[in-house]
């Protein structure tokens, strides 16, 4: 079975400072992708990053990076210089085949409420 | 470019009465998702749908169903609503696995049961 853990349900940090937030990821299947999922306060789910189980190059996009590791079976994601902006729910997912058809499901951690303090 | 589109944005029904909520996506995806987010908990899969005219169960579907009459509409139905259903749903949609497994979602609906 799937799971995805978040361990860490709050984290407040001054604005400016770096943060990391956890993912860790358990599953059976060779091939799986690893999602990030950002939810503001206006409550809608925004698409940050997806990267495929064969590629382990970690990843920056301006002031995100994303760090794979499959050997210890998280993908962690890390906010550098961080802005009030940043303040959001944030999700882990994890995906695996749903059907013959080809789609997937995603099975998401219960996410991780950072607080950005100005 | 409106992407996944759901209304209503909030409901409150009393215990017993039904409701259908709206998904529209103009990606022209094949595949189309309801998920339940519950306070506190991550998104469970209610019901899913590979294409027009063929829909399947996720891991909560009881008390609802679905239909997918066209490429772009997923509506969900609840019947005969309970206070386990107040939850906020969100619908996605993705094109396939693979190159472009990404699920986009829309903005959720606030529903309230009581």
């Known amino acids: 079975a799937q799971k995805v853990t978040q361990a860490q349900t709050e984290i407040s940090v001054v604005e400016k400072e770096d943060v990391t937030l956890d993912c860790v990821y358990e599953?059976?299947?060779?091939?799986?992708?690893l999602f990030w999922y950002k939810q503001p306060p206006s409550g809608e789910l925004v698409f940050l990053i997806r990267?495929?189980?064969?590629?382990?190059q970690n990843e920056i996009s301006g002031r995100y990076s994303w760090n794979f590791q499959k050997s210890t079976s998280s993908f962690n994601f890390t906010i550098t210089a961080s802005q009030v902006v940043d303040s959001a729910v944030y999700f882990c997912a994890l995906s695996s085949w749903l059907s013959n058809f080809g789609n997937e499901k995603l099975t998401f951690g219960t996410g991780t409420r950072l607080t950005i303090i100005p | 470019n409106a992407g996944v589109t759901q209304t209503p944005k909030f409901r409150i029904l009393k215990i017993g009465q039904s409701m259908t909520l709206q998904c529209t996506q103009d990606m022209n995806h094949n595949y189309m998702y309801w998920y339940r987010q519950d306070p506190g908990m991550g998104l469970k899969l209610i019901y899913y749908?590979?294409?027009?005219?063929?829909?399947d169960k996720g891991e909560v579907p009881n008390g609802y169903n679905v239909s997918r009459s066209t490429t772009e509409d997923f509506p969900l139905r609840l019947e005969l609503a309970a206070p386990s259903q107040t939850s906020v749903y969100f619908c996605?949609?993705?094109?396939?696995?693979?190159?472009?497994?990404?699920?986009?979602f829309g903005a959720g609906t606030r529903l309230s049961v009581l």
């Open positions: 749908s590979v294409g027009a005219g063929i829909t």
């Open positions: 996605a949609s993705s094109y396939h696995r693979g190159a472009e497994n990404i699920q986009y």
């Open positions: 599953t059976r299947d060779t091939t799986y992708y």
């Open positions: 990267r495929n189980s064969f590629d382990e």
